[in-house]
C-alpha cells in the first residue's frame, strides 16, 4: 500500500465520520457507525507501520457492529410499533447475524467449537448467545400469529423456490442432454466384455504397430491391479540403491514420494538407461536422476515422518505424436488410422468409447485422458505455457522428459495441476520440474 493510498484514505474516513456525527450526533447509534470508518483506517495504519495481524481490529469492528445490531433488537422490544413484520424472518436474520458477530467479537472464531467450556472468552461467548436468543425469542413470540406464521412458510417456500425450479431445470436439463451419451456408455462397455481377450489384444497391438512408425509417445495410464514388481512406481515406495538417501527440505521435513520411472525409447542418449526419481516437499518438486541398475537395489525404507502415497499401478502402451492431440485421444486416433473403424465395426456402433476401454483394458473406462497420463518424450502438452527450462550448470537448453498430473486422490499438484520434468543432455544427472495449474 503506498502512503498516497493510505493518507487519502484516512482523510476519506475521517470526513464519512465527521459527516455521520453531523447528521446524528447524539446518538450511540451514531458514534457506533462514525467508528467504523476510522477502526478500518487504523487497521491499515497498523497493517503498514506495526507490521502485525490487526485481528484485535476486526474483533473490535465486529464488536461495534454487534452494537448496532443490539440496539435494533432494543428499539423493537421497547416499542412494539417498529415490530410489526410480515414474517419471522427478519427477527430469525438478526439472531443469526448477532450470533455471529458476537462469536468474532469475543473469541476471533477459535474456541467456538472443540475447546472447553472452561476457558472464560468460551465461557462468555456461550452466555452472550443465550441472552441473545432469549431476546430475540422473547420479541419473536410477542410477534407471533397464526398469520404471521402463515406468511412466513409461504415466504420460504417463495425464495426455496426462486432457488430450486431453476436448479432443478438446469439438472433435468443435463440429465436429458446426458441420455445419449449414457446410452452409448452402456452399449460399448456390453460390446467390449463380449469381445473376445484375442479380439482386444489384436487392435491394441494394431495400435502399438502403428504408433511406433513415425514419432511417438510412451504413455502410462493408471490400473486397479497394483504390482510389486513394476519397473513403473506411482506412490508407494522407491526402489533404490543402499547408498541413496531421502530427500529432505531445507527444514530437514521427509519429502513425500512421487514416482519413479525408468527410461528408454522414445528419449534419445543418454536418457534411455536411466531412472528418475521425483519427490515432492512443501516447496518444490526434488528429481533425482541415476543409472538404472536393473532389477538390483532395494525397497527404500522411509525415514520418520514420511508421508507416503498409496500404490498406483500403470499400464504402459505408445501412441502417435499428433499435433492435434486432446483428450478426445480415441476420437483422434480414429482419424490418424481410418483402419480402425473397419476393425472395431464388427464388435460395436461406438468405435470410439469401444476403443477407450480396448485402450485403458477397462469396461468401465469413460474417458482417455491423454492429457492426464505419465507421457514420456515428445512434445509437452502445455497447460499454460512453455517453459524456460535451462541447466543450472551449463545454462543449456533442457530436453522435456516426461509429463505427468495428480495420479493419486492424496496427491495435489495445486489446482487439477500437471507436472513437467526437464533434463540436460550434458548433465543428465542434473534434472529439473515445473508444476502448470489449470
Given at each position: 500500500m503506498?502512503p498516497v493510498?493510505?493518507?487519502?484514505?484516512?482523510?476519506?474516513a475521517?470526513s464519512?465520520s465527521?459527516?455521520v456525527l453531523?447528521y446524528?450526533p447524539?446518538t450511540?447509534?451514531g458514534?457506533l457507525?462514525a467508528?467504523?470508518?476510522?477502526?478500518a483506517?487504523?487497521a491499515?495504519?497498523?497493517i503498514?507501520?506495526?507490521?502485525r495481524?490487526a485481528?484485535w481490529?476486526?474483533?473490535?469492528?465486529?464488536?461495534?457492529?454487534?452494537?448496532l445490531?443490539?440496539?435494533?433488537?432494543?428499539?423493537w422490544?421497547a416499542?412494539?410499533?417498529?415490530?410489526?413484520f410480515r414474517?419471522i424472518?427478519p427477527?430469525v436474520?438478526v439472531w443469526?447475524?448477532?450470533?455471529?458477530?458476537?462469536?468474532?467479537?469475543i473469541t476471533?472464531?477459535?474456541?467456538?467449537?472443540g475447546?472447553?467450556?472452561?476457558?472464560f472468552p468460551v465461557?462468555?461467548?456461550?452466555?452472550?448467545v443465550?441472552?441473545?436468543t432469549?431476546?430475540c425469542?422473547?420479541l419473536?413470540a410477542?410477534s407471533l400469529?397464526?398469520t404471521?406464521a402463515v406468511?412466513?412458510?409461504i415466504?420460504?417456500?417463495?425464495?426455496l423456490g426462486i432457488i430450486l425450479?431453476?436448479?432443478?431445470?438446469i439438472v433435468?436439463?443435463v440429465y436429458?442432454?446426458?441420455i445419449?451419451?449414457?446410452?452409448?456408455?452402456?452399449?460399448?462397455?456390453a460390446?467390449?466384455?463380449?469381445m473376445?481377450?484375442?479380439?482386444r489384444?489384436?487392435i491394441?497391438?494394431f495400435v502399438?504397430?502403428?504408433?511406433l512408425t513415425?514419432?511417438y509417445?510412451?504413455y502410462?495410464?493408471?490400473?486397479?491391479t497394483?504390482?510389486?514388481?513394476?519397473a513403473v512406481?506411482?506412490?508407494?515406495?522407491?526402489?533404490?540403491s543402499r547408498?541413496a538417501a531421502?530427500p529432505?527440505?531445507?527444514h530437514?521435513v521427509?519429502?513425500?514420494?512421487l514416482?519413479?520411472?525408468p527410461?528408454?525409447d522414445p528419449l534419445?542418449?543418454?536418457?534411455?538407461?536411466?531412472?528418475?526419481s521425483?519427490?515432492m516437499?512443501?516447496d518444490?518438486?526434488?528429481?533425482?536422476?541415476?543409472?538404472?541398475?536393473?532389477h538390483?537395489?532395494?525397497?527404500?525404507?522411509?525415514?520418520?515422518?514420511a508421508?507416503?502415497l498409496?500404490?498406483?499401478?500403470?499400464?504402459s502402451?505408445v501412441l502417435?505424436?499428433?499435433s492435434a492431440?486432446?483428450?478426445?485421444g480415441p476420437?483422434d486416433?480414429?482419424e490418424?488410422?481410418?483402419?480402425?473403424?473397419?476393425?472395431?465395426?464388427?464388435?460395436?456402433r461406438?468405435?470410439d468409447?469401444l476403443?477407450t476401454?480396448?485402450?485403458?483394458d477397462?469396461a468401465?473406462a469413460v474417458?482417455f485422458?491423454?492429457?492426464a497420463?505419465?507421457r514420456?518424450g515428445?512434445?509437452p502438452?502445455?497447460?499454460?505455457?512453455?517453459?524456460?527450462a535451462?541447466c543450472?550448470?551449463?545454462?543449456?537448453?533442457?530436453r522435456?522428459?516426461?509429463?505427468?498430473?495428480?495420479?493419486?486422490?492424496d496427491?495435489l499438484?495445486g489446482?487439477a495441476g500437471v507436472?513437467?520434468?526437464?533434463g540436460?543432455?550434458?548433465?543428465?544427472?542434473h534434472?529439473?520440474?515445473?508444476?502448470?495449474e489449470?
Amino acid at each position: 500500500m503506498s502512503p498516497v493510498t493510505f493518507w487519502m484514505a484516512l482523510i476519506g474516513a475521517a470526513s464519512l465520520s465527521g459527516l455521520v456525527l453531523s447528521y446524528r450526533p447524539s446518538t450511540l447509534a451514531g458514534w457506533l457507525v462514525a467508528a467504523l470508518p476510522l477502526i478500518a483506517t487504523s487497521a491499515l495504519a497498523w497493517i503498514r507501520w506495526v507490521k502485525r495481524p490487526a485481528l484485535w481490529l476486526g474483533r473490535l469492528a465486529a464488536g461495534v457492529c454487534m452494537g448496532l445490531v443490539a440496539i435494533l433488537v432494543s428499539r423493537w422490544l421497547a416499542d412494539p410499533a417498529t415490530a410489526s413484520f410480515r414474517t419471522i424472518w427478519p427477527v430469525v436474520f438478526v439472531w443469526a447475524v448477532g450470533c455471529g458477530l458476537q462469536a468474532f467479537t469475543i473469541t476471533g472464531w477459535t474456541g467456538t467449537a472443540g475447546e472447553p467450556a472452561g476457558k472464560f472468552p468460551v465461557l462468555l461467548w456461550r452466555l452472550a448467545v443465550i441472552a441473545w436468543t432469549l431476546a430475540c425469542g422473547w420479541l419473536l413470540a410477542r410477534s407471533l400469529s397464526p398469520t404471521l406464521a402463515v406468511d412466513s412458510l409461504i415466504a420460504a417456500a417463495q425464495v426455496l423456490g426462486i432457488i430450486l425450479v431453476p436448479i432443478a431445470a438446469i439438472v433435468l436439463l443435463v440429465y436429458v442432454i446426458g441420455i445419449p451419451g449414457r446410452r452409448r456408455a452402456r452399449r460399448a462397455r456390453a460390446d467390449f466384455e463380449r469381445m473376445a481377450p484375442s479380439a482386444r489384444r489384436e487392435i491394441f497391438d494394431f495400435v502399438q504397430r502403428e504408433a511406433l512408425t513415425g514419432p511417438y509417445q510412451q504413455y502410462h495410464v493408471a490400473v486397479d491391479t497394483p504390482s510389486a514388481d513394476s519397473a513403473v512406481r506411482c506412490g508407494g515406495l522407491p526402489r533404490v540403491s543402499r547408498a541413496a538417501a531421502w530427500p529432505v527440505d531445507a527444514h530437514a521435513v521427509p519429502a513425500t514420494f512421487l514416482l519413479q520411472l525408468p527410461l528408454g525409447d522414445p528419449l534419445p542418449e543418454p536418457w534411455c538407461g536411466r531412472r528418475i526419481s521425483v519427490y515432492m516437499t512443501a516447496d518444490e518438486l526434488v528429481v533425482l536422476s541415476e543409472a538404472d541398475p536393473g532389477h538390483e537395489g532395494i525397497n527404500a525404507e522411509p525415514p520418520a515422518g514420511a508421508r507416503l502415497l498409496p500404490a498406483q499401478a500403470t499400464r504402459s502402451l505408445v501412441l502417435p505424436q499428433l499435433s492435434a492431440m486432446t483428450e478426445d485421444g480415441p476420437a483422434d486416433l480414429l482419424e490418424w488410422r481410418p483402419a480402425l473403424y473397419e476393425q472395431l465395426a464388427p464388435y460395436g456402433r461406438d468405435p470410439d468409447e469401444l476403443l477407450t476401454k480396448i485402450l485403458m483394458d477397462d469396461a468401465a473406462a469413460v474417458h482417455f485422458h491423454t492429457a492426464a497420463a505419465l507421457r514420456v518424450g515428445g512434445l509437452p502438452w502445455y497447460v499454460q505455457g512453455e517453459h524456460d527450462a535451462r541447466c543450472t550448470h551449463c545454462g543449456g537448453a533442457m530436453r522435456f522428459l516426461f509429463q505427468f498430473d495428480d495420479f493419486s486422490d492424496d496427491l495435489l499438484l495445486g489446482d487439477a495441476g500437471v507436472a513437467y520434468v526437464y533434463g540436460c543432455d550434458a548433465h543428465p544427472q542434473h534434472c529439473r520440474a515445473f508444476v502448470d495449474e489449470h
